[in-house]
């Protein structure tokens, strides 16, 4: 450890320390807290509550309808008339708590995201850590005078993703990002989530500038379809290769119409006035991705910095971060609020290595496999990595082809922005690097997160063009899996290691000494201790992150930096955070926020159906079809019978048998008392699962179709 680095250890101990009363009286503090009740009055559950006492009033109600009823009508009504013994050893109450438990889950499975009013007793909520009521919300008057601060997506989310925060002063909008967020396999058949922007969509003729921070798709994937709901006239900020990567993503819709966008110079210190009383300047600094920044905002009730996504490199690629500029905005107006992103909050220590390691290393690969074909599996945005790849490619006469949708696209967008250097004579088509001896070809392709349709895995498979893996084949995976991915990874590495290839992945450095292959784009606890020290904003809200990162980057700041709690908010995405005159920061009020669903053609996929796919694959489907004379109300064909994901009919006689007896059985005890025929259904259906039910322990979505012939 050298001198410079025991300093700041000891400093960030001496930093903690400090604080250490401090922590403990808070502790000792929050053990006195208010815990209120959801369902007390006022409380988010309240209307549950109430609703409860609802049914069972209503229950009463139509208790005393149906003795009333009993009185009236002769003792035996028309449907017990048509009740068939269904010769079944289960009560119905058990089928009925199956189903009910049964939709608890699909529900809890389907809306993980938020909706209504989330539970957040943090200390840091704002209201001391008392959850706020309904009450509270409804009598929230907006100061007039306070900025707004808005996420309209990206904090505490399931994952993270959708990224997006207005800003608003009287009547003017500012809106940063616009992202969206991959739905994991607990949303069958949906590809990806973006904001609901209702908010903004009713108050449109407000918004005066709409800013990017970058071209990572967790912050640009929505604008496909958010950006045409804005006037068009609208500018749009951001620098090259990011206004680049939108304009790519624009120009595969058809009929939109040319959009105002304004490229910025994040080197120019340019302090933008878009509107009267806000302006806005881009500041460099680094991530994984070309042209990161993060944004300034200047309002009348003080500075506000975003921070973006951003990571500390002591000897980065390409420039700095622009520490000075951000020195002298600290020093000559003062941070009055500070938006950090919390991504890598729970990683300890700092930052370890740089790119040019990672490029090092990608070298030494291809010393080590020299007769072989290299192949290196990274995100397509990381054009810094791209280029280190060239680089050490060209200087072994290696040549690099290029290989995957997203891969080509980005690349052609940091071509033209001038975002990466090209070593001369290097990169030749796919067609052509194939028929160069394997100790020439390097790849570098998608699929490093065992994506089923990307490139790695169709060269596993076979299904790939030009390439199929074999046994001299060396793999990089210069990437970590994304949570929720590792399962994926593994199966694309199983397959690739079954082909008699050699897979070297990052964070396995034990197995081939070779290492990082890869770097996170975010910085690590301590360069969040320092940076944050370096900003010392009046006020901390942590962004861009699970809840659990927003905590812990909220304790950072308290407990590390030393930030009073009350300047400190975790918000969710709906809330609305104000910034008043006298630059104090409190949650006041909500808006409406969601969610919308797509699925891989782009198409939104409504809640409803989300429900009916897990309720289905769990459960299965069954669909019986009957076909009754309308003369005689009477079966006049064997009814036909259906199963999906359900039981295999071919193997299930008996219960088909029971199923065909129980139907017309009841057809024939309907004919003397015509139901109406959704009177009929409705019977059928709850029968029909009883018997299943009875039978399987399953309850699936049972469809009776009715035809009258
Ligand atoms: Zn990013
Ligand atoms: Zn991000």
Redesign the pocket.
């Known amino acids: 450890m050298n001198k410079q680095e025991q300093d700041r250890r000891a400093h960030l101990l001496k930093m903690r320390e400090e604080r250490l009363p401090g922590i403990k009286k808070n502790f000792e503090e929050l053990q006195k807290r208010n815990f209120n009740s959801n369902f007390a009055p006022g409380g988010k559950d309240e209307k549950l509550v109430k609703k409860t006492t609802k049914t069972t009033k209503k229950a009463t109600k139509t208790a005393a309808k149906i003795t009333k009823a009993k009185a009236e009508k002769p003792a035996i009504t028309e449907a017990e008339k048509r009740k068939v013994n269904l010769s079944v050893s289960t009560k119905k109450g058990e089928m009925v708590h199956h189903q009910r438990m049964l939709s608890q889950d699909v529900n809890a499975q389907a809306t993980q995201h938020i909706i209504g009013v989330p539970v957040n007793k943090s200390r840091y909520n704002g209201y001391k850590g008392a959850q706020v009521t309904n009450a509270q919300l409804k009598s929230a008057r907006p100061d007039p005078e306070a900025v707004r601060v808005i996420p309209i997506g ?1 904090l505490g989310e399931f994952g ?2 959708k ?1 997006m925060t207005i800003i608003e002063y009287k009547s003017e909008i500012v809106v940063v990002d616009m ?1 969206v967020l991959f739905a994991g396999d607990d949303y069958p058949g949906v590809n990806y989530m973006i904001p609901d922007i209702k908010y903004l969509e009713d108050n449109m003729a407000n918004v005066k500038a709409i800013l990017f ?2 071209a ?1 798709l ?2 640009i994937g929505a604008c496909r379809h958010l950006l045409p709901k804005f006037n068009p006239l609208t500018p749009i900020y951001g620098t090259d290769f990011t206004l680049g990567m939108i304009k790519k993503q624009m120009s595969e819709l058809e009929d939109i119409p040319e959009l105002n966008y304004c490229p910025v110079d994040p080197f120019k210190h340019e302090q933008i006035k878009v509107s009267e009383h806000f302006s806005v300047e881009f500041i460099h600094t680094l991530h994984s991705i070309p042209g990161n920044t993060a944004i300034v905002i200047r309002t009348p009730n003080g500075v506000i910095y975003l921070s ?2 951003w990571r500390h490199e002591e000897k980065p690629m390409g420039i700095q971060t622009d520490y000075e500029r951000i020195d002298e905005i600290v020093k000559k107006e003062g941070i009055t609020l500070m938006l950090n ?1 919390s ?1 890598n909050i729970d990683s300890p220590g700092k930052h370890p290595h740089s790119e040019y390691d990672v490029g090092d290393n990608l070298g030494k690969v291809m010393d080590n496999y020299a007769s072989g074909r290299i192949i290196v599996s990274c995100f397509s945005s990381q054009i810094g990595r791209i280029e280190l790849v060239l680089k050490e490619a060209a200087e072994r006469g290696r040549k690099v082809a290029f290989s995957g949708f997203s891969m080509i696209n980005n690349l052609e967008v940091a071509l033209r922005s001038k975002s990466i250097k090209v070593p001369k004579d290097t990169i030749m088509k796919m067609e052509d690097i194939i028929k160069l001896p394997d100790d020439r070809v390097t790849i570098v392709c998608t699929g490093s997160q065992g994506e089923l349709n990307a490139v790695l895995n169709r060269m596993v498979t076979g299904a790939h063009k030009y390439i199929k893996i074999k046994s001299t084949d060396t793999i990089v995976f210069s990437s970590n899996p994304i949570p929720g991915n590792e399962p994926h990874v593994v199966n694309t590495v199983d397959g690739l290691l079954r082909e008699g290839a050699q897979v070297i992945q990052n964070g396995k450095n034990h197995i081939t000494n070779l290492g990082p292959l890869h770097l996170s ?2 910085a690590y606890y301590e360069d969040h201790v320092e940076f944050v020290t370096r900003l010392n904003p009046t006020n901390y809200m942590p962004y ?1 992150g699970e809840f659990y990162m927003l905590e812990h980057n909220a304790e950072m700041a308290e407990n590390v930096i030393g930030i009073p709690r009350d300047n400190i908010i975790i918000a969710d995405d709906g809330d609305v955070v104000e910034l008043t005159k006298d630059k104090k920061i409190r949650r006041n009020g909500r808006i409406s926020v969601g969610n919308k669903l797509y699925d891989d053609a782009d198409q939104q996929v409504h809640e409803a159906v989300i429900k009916d796919r897990i309720h289905i694959s769990r459960e299965g489907i069954f669909i019986i079809v009957l076909t009754l004379s309308k003369k005689t109300g009477r079966l006049i064909k064997t009814p036909d019978i259906v199963s999906r994901a359900f039981i295999y009919l071919d193997n299930s006689e008996d219960l088909i048998g029971k199923i065909r007896h129980y139907l017309r059985t009841k057809t024939d005890k309907s004919v003397s008392t015509d139901p109406e025929l959704k009177t009929l259904k409705e019977e059928i259906k709850e029968d029909i699962t009883h018997i299943l039910f009875d039978a399987t322990g399953h309850t699936p979505i049972v469809i009776p179709v009715i035809n009258k012939v």
């Open positions: 990206g993270i993703g990224n992202g921070t970058h990572h967790d912050h973006g996504d992103e991504t784009g975010h861009h």
